[in-house]
């Protein structure tokens, strides 16, 4: 979404990366046909003749799937080992077990609603009860169902799953003539069926999610391999946002499909997914000059160059930094190279943006053709988990220099929070003109229920357990009841300044599939969705680590 705030009342304001409005800067053919390089093979191994049957990951009293794991047509056979760290204990701390039953029944409410109001349709209007949905998605309709697939499943809510799978199987429909964002979609629903299949084995997930991304393949059809932001899904056509400079990508949008993108050559068995992350997009990178090593959120598609040489940590540029590091994460620690372009990304980020204002918050400005703007957005709050998360793959004088970094950034947007009237954070605040952490322009004031304060928290309560992260949270989950709940499921606010509401009227399908479920594991054992196990998207659904084929040699007694 936008660093600079749109009104609250934009319809379905992004995840991440958002275009602003104009007047401002957010496979064909068989495995057998496509060069398979060496390098690829950890990720598309070569599936085995026969297929596990059995019961889902919910063993050991859990709930059980009932479908058929038989591949669809068209996909190899896969192995289905139930995955680690999806069984849901009860926390043994009374209080801790309270507040995330809570949560639960938060989810409870927004999906119930959604069910009852806005069924089939993208995203609900909890006040006037209807349905809402964006032209991000063109006419692909479901997205609150596939976003919330995981959500659902590691709350046990299992009545609420199979509702939605079978909804999938019968409506989810790829076929449309319309444009939709090409980033948006992979995250929320590539994201979305690859997580729910990963944690259920359901075999209809994978098929769903490898048809949409052979959908999503024409828009690398450019000059450069710099995929289009935009692509109209029965033609194939692809352009970008008219607003974006110089008829730019985006660099948040491109470098935001490489987690996907593997998991879909691994599960197809087909390379040409991983090699437009792995080769198209990361040639380009690797031969253009950074500008103080920084990377601008503009590259055109046609030439493949830089164009305005905007740099932001927040919106357009986010979670590329984000999935550098958790490819390297993903790959089993092998995908060096990423390693590498994260940790130069982050030292130029701390040479050139990231500040201490005169009352002590860090915070992470952004640079526009050398000038920069001591403004930070509620997008840019994920830096502190992002931060925390990467601190223990740096060099061992670095670590705990990154974790603390990471929880200054936790401060920082903690203080956004603290300093409304509702308790939740505006879209975007500024350190100048002698305030701090707080939104001086009527456009930046909106909180549309993102989550990535609570990401922060998470990330930092699952690698310190400083109880101040689980206080902060439910800090969080009491603005959410007292501010944002309706009797029609959770809306966002135009004004966290206010005394008294006033609703946009939209609950965001990033709700459900995030901030949920990051409050949900604050308040987990962390046995649940191990980190060292699990890597969450861009859009918080859960992707497993793809283990390197080590061989392990036995010694002989």
């Known amino acids: 979404a936008p660093v600079t705030a749109t009104p609250a009342t934009h319809a379905a304001p992004l995840a991440r990366a958002a275009p602003p409005p104009p007047s401002r800067p957010r496979p064909r053919g068989t495995p057998g046909g496509v060069h398979w390089p060496a390098t690829l093979s950890l990720w598309c191994p070569k599936p085995p003749e026969e297929i596990q049957k059995g019961p889902s990951a919910r063993q050991g009293g859990g709930w059980r799937s009932s479908a058929s794991r038989e591949p669809e047509r068209g996909l190899p056979a896969l192995d289905f080992a139930p995955p680690v760290g999806v069984e849901s204990r009860e926390p043994a701390d009374p209080e801790v077990a309270e507040k995330r039953a809570k949560i639960a029944q938060m989810m409870k409410h927004a999906w119930d609603n959604y069910k009852l109001y806005a069924w089939g349709l993208n995203e609900l209007k909890p006040v006037s009860k209807g349905g809402h949905s964006s032209s991000l998605f063109g006419n692909i309709k479901g997205a609150t169902i596939v976003d919330a697939l995981d959500t659902l499943f590691i709350m046990g809510m299992e009545d609420e799953f199979q509702e939605a799978k079978l909804w999938i199987e019968k409506n989810l ?65 692809g352009r970008n946002w008219p607003w974006a400079s110089g008829g730019s990508s985006i660099l948040a949008e491109f470098g935001t499909l490489h987690l996907e993108f593997m998991h879909l050559s691994h599960l197809s068995g087909n390379p040409v997914f991983a090699e437009k992350v792995m080769f198209s997009i990361r040639t380009v990178l690797n031969q253009l000059k950074k500008p103080k090593g920084l990377y601008p959120n503009y590259l055109n598609p046609s030439s493949g160059q830089w164009g305005q040489h905007h740099v932001s940590v927040g919106g357009l540029g986010d979670s590329f930094y984000e999935y550098l590091l958790k490819a390297w994460l993903m790959s089993d620690r092998t995908d060096v190279e990423a390693k590498k372009m994260y940790f130069d990304a982050v030292q130029a980020i701390e040479n050139h943006l990231i500040h201490k204002s005169s009352g002590g918050l860090t915070y992470i400005a952004e640079w526009k053709g050398g000038l920069l703007e001591h403004k930070m957005g509620h997008l840019t709050c994920f830096a502190g988990g992002m931060f925390a998360l990467g601190a223990k793959e740096a060099p061992k004088a670095l670590a705990r220099h990154y974790l603390e970094l990471g929880a200054e950034i936790a401060r920082t947007c ?86 008294h509401e006033s609703y946009d009227d939209v609950q965001q399908s990033f709700f459900l599939a995030e901030t949920l479920k990051y409050l949900y594991l604050i308040f987990s054992d962390d046995d649940l969705l191990p980190l060292e196990h699990w890597i969450f998207n861009s859009e918080a659904h859960v992707l497993p680590v793809l283990r390197a084929n080590k061989e392990v040699k036995v010694k002989e007694k």
Not at 472 to 497: I, Q
Request: hydrophobic share 40%.
């Open 414 to 499: 903690h203080e956004s929070y603290n300093r409304t009237f509702m308790k939740l954070g505006p879209e975007a605040f500024r350190f100048d003109g002698g305030v701090e952490a707080i939104a001086t322009r009527q456009n930046e004031k909106y909180y549309i229920l993102r989550p990535e304060v609570i990401e922060t928290y998470m990330y930092m309560w699952r690698l310190t357990h400083d109880p101040k992260y689980r206080k902060w949270a439910w800090e969080a989950v009491e603005a959410l009841e007292n501010h944002c709940r309706v009797s029609g499921g959770y809306s966002g606010l135009r004004d966290v300044y206010l005394v």
């Open 173 to 237: 429909d790829f076929n449309v003539n319309a444009e939709v964002s090409v980033f948006e979609v992979n995250i929320r629903f590539v994201g979305g069926l690859l997580s729910a299949y990963y944690l259920s084995g359901e075999e209809i997930f994978r098929k769903k999610a490898v048809e949409l991304g052979v959908k999503l393949l024409p828009a690398f059809h450019t000059p450069s391999g710099i995929p289009w932001a935009l692509l109209n899904m029965k033609s194939g056509i």
